[in-house]
């Protein structure tokens, strides 16, 4: 007979660092898109233009924000989650984990 105990979880720490990667970088790639990013700004902070050399700044960090390590510190409640759970899916409260991150960026233009 099979031990049953020795059937492990699926979920290892790669494959929750990697989905995390995936769903931040997916993100990314949103605010790469001028409209998106425009938008966003528009109705998160209130700002209806930006400068030109503004966007680019923005976007250049965000290129080097797609490459970037994930943030484990960051994303542990999510990882926790998910080891816990064994599932992958994503609550809803955890979408704001994704901004804050993407946010520090902004802001870092947004307030100068």
Not at 38 to 66: H, W
Not at 74 to 92: C, F, G, P
């Amino acid at each position: 007979m099979q031990n049953i105990a020795n059937i492990t979880s699926p979920w290892t720490d790669e494959n929750i660092i990697d989905l995390v990667r995936k769903v931040r970088n997916d993100l990314i790639k949103d605010f790469l898109d001028e409209r998106f990013l425009k938008d966003y700004i528009a109705n998160k902070y209130g700002m209806k233009e930006l400068t030109a050399v503004k966007i680019e700044f923005i976007k250049r960090d965000l290129k080097e924000f797609l490459i970037a390590p994930v943030n484990t510190d960051h994303y542990k409640t999510i990882v926790d989650l998910i080891r816990e759970t064994n599932s992958a899916s994503l609550s809803e409260g955890n979408d704001e984990l994704f901004y804050s991150e993407v946010d520090q960026i902004l802001k870092k233009y947004i307030y100068q």
